[in-house]
């Protein structure tokens, strides 16, 4: 099994890169971008050091999906997915914020609110509330977007009075969020799961408020099980879950968050391939339809070199339809 993890293209009218933790970004012409979901993964805003075999496909024909089914709540920058691990779109100025939007107490939030945290980026909390306890209502608790290191809690009034954000898009942005979270958490319960939280970035283009980047997947949000939820709750049991978080607790459980001192344990194939495994299920699950490992994205059309058949194949998609755009 085979995985992308670097990216090193020259599209006709490329303007410059962008290597993030996971996605290379090429930006054509100052107007389009081309956002490539690679198959890395971070963690505690690390990159590790093996890739994930389908890990890029899976969340970028996710992000597609939901793209597409909630046009009708708010403009988004998806042009055309040309290749299972390409999505090309609009170039919009990114806001330097994240919008993460939770339903439910756990992960990052659960750890601060065990250790005495009762306000939440400015949301107060209730006392009393167990793991992966549901809010009364979904909560917003949005985040500085940092090019490197940690993204830092924000409060909604200390993004508008540091004009990181005007307060007109801020309220936009935040009527798009939850709005966008609830199709999403109908979408999940059709297919047995619960939407708990998530991330959604937005960015203005033309004087318009836009949706940007991925949407719903894996590394974005976090999905339990319906089936079985309660009870877990009832008996303080850990949720099964669908989400990055189990590699993160992989890591924890490794003696790994990223602090000094600490040494990344090593990732073995073995291990690459069933975190592959568990992206593919939650793909499964949330689409409801079936992960085809034979199509043009699998990795089977990679020559005895490793990931060049995959980065043969998305330069040859993506050119190909970028010649369409002229």
Request: aromatic share 10%; hydrophobic share 35%; net charge negative.
């Amino acid at each position: 099994m085979k995985a992308l993890t670097t990216t090193d293209f020259h599209f006709e009218g490329q303007k410059s890169v962008y290597h993030g933790k996971v996605r290379d970004v090429y930006n054509i012409n100052d107007d389009l971008l081309v956002m490539i979901a690679t198959d890395r993964i971070s963690a505690f805003d690390v990159v590790l050091p093996k890739g994930i075999p389908f890990k890029g496909q899976v969340l970028n024909l996710i992000a597609a999906k939901f793209l597409d089914t909630t046009t009708d709540i708010c403009p988004n920058w998806k042009l055309a997915t040309p290749d299972p691990m390409v999505t090309v779109g609009l170039k919009c100025e990114g806001f330097r914020v994240e919008m993460i939007i939770r339903s439910i107490l756990t992960g990052s939030a659960w750890r601060e609110y065990k250790n005495g945290c009762r306000e939440l980026c400015g949301v107060k909390l209730p006392d009393g509330m167990r793991e992966n306890e549901k809010f009364p209502e979904p909560i917003i608790t949005p985040t500085t977007k940092a090019d490197e290191g940690h993204d830092m809690n924000i409060s909604k009034e200390e993004i508008i009075a540091q004009g990181l954000v005007s307060k007109e898009d801020y309220e936009v942005m935040e009527d798009y969020t939850r709005r966008i979270f609830a199709r999403g958490q109908e979408i999940a319960e059709k297919h047995g799961l619960i939407l708990v939280d998530t991330k959604y970035e937005f960015g203005k283009r033309d004087g318009k408020v836009y949706l940007i980047d991925e949407i719903h997947t894996p590394d974005s949000s976090r999905y339990f099980y319906a089936d079985g939820y309660e009870e877990k709750l009832a008996n303080g049991e850990p949720q099964r879950q669908l989400s990055k978080e189990f590699v993160r607790q992989w890591l924890i459980e490794h003696n790994f968050m990223n602090e000094p001192g600490q040494v990344m344990p090593e990732i073995t194939d073995e291990y690459a391939e069933s975190v592959s495994e568990r992206y593919i299920e939650l793909y499964e699950h949330i689409t409801g339809e079936k992960f085809d490992r034979t199509e043009k994205g699998c990795s089977c059309c990679c020559d005895a070199s490793g990931s060049n058949g995959i980065a043969e194949r998305i330069e040859k998609n993506v050119s190909e339809y970028l010649a369409t755009r002229k």
